[in-house]
């Protein structure tokens, strides 16, 4: 690993009218690393994304792409980045090739530098074998593949992938994330802007949590692990409405935090509770459930993990 900063970002902040979109953002990746910005969606990632990309400016702060100033020269620090945005970017009447091709001559590539590095390209994507057909009729998993090849056509040292596995099937999302550790161990830098904590967890040298504009913590993931120590996090469906019932639990012995979320189904609420321990805990949570008439429809209980971090640092789940 090359012993040098290859993104650091100062204090961005970001407003859209009378929302604070980002609130004095700041981190910083060594190069060669995968470093990941974790949270909830409208926590700021994608607006922190949007101003290093370059596609908007920051009301105040700064950031650099290998050592180049996003505000004072924007075009260097361009040129050493590659985004896979959150949105699909193609031409789907165009094959995957003529796709790359065309991405390609964006970045003054041509002649037989272009096809070799579209051929190489198409390899790390995993996709020569459909390189002829057009786009528009790839599945999503698939698009998404092409839209990380056209970030890598120029060679950046720092690619930036906005939220790449959402919504695509199982093996394509395989596919990305063993993309993003092959592309490290050649020695790129990855920021990986996620709100799936077991992606974090699993690709991360360093993980910045981000909630309301602003990084809330930051470490490896044994680091972050660290500020809970060993506290377990339980999760409980419930029958109906819990809002007194939480209060409650927060009065409990043991009980550190409590997290109420609606089903995004439709269906019964659901509650996490942060504990020191859960065997002495459990008992206390059903005998106040009883007395406010609520029933416990599910109990799982969970080894600390990310999102028990986000729950102890902010007192709501990650999936809020």
Known sequence: MTDHTAVEVHDLHKSFGSLQAVRGVTFAARAGEVLSLLGPNGAGKSTTIAMLSGLIRPDEGDACIEGQSIRNTPAAAKAALGVVPQEIALYPDLSARENLEFWGKMYGLRGAALRQ?????????????????RVGKFSGGMKRRVNIGAALLHK???????????????????????NVKDLNAQGMTVLYVTHYMEEAAELSDHIAIVDQGRVIAYGTHAELMALVGEQTRVDLKLSADGAALAAEWRTAPGVTQ?????????????????????????PHLFEIAGRHGVRLASV??????????????TGKALRD
């Open 156 to 178: 950046p040292r720092v690619v930036i992938m906005d939220e790449p596995t959402v919504g695509i099937d199982p093996q394509s999302r395989r596919h990305i994330l063993d």
């Open 258 to 282: 409590v997290s109420l979320a609606e089903d995004a189904a439709g269906g019964p609420p659901m509650a996490s509770v942060l504990c020191d321990d859960s065997n002495r805990v459990l």
């Open 300 to 313: 799982d209980i969970q080894e600390p993990n990310l999102e028990t971090v986000f729950l102890h640092l």
């Open 117 to 133: 590095r579209v051929d190489e390209v198409l390899d790390v994507i995993g996709l020569k074998d459909r390189q002829k057909d």
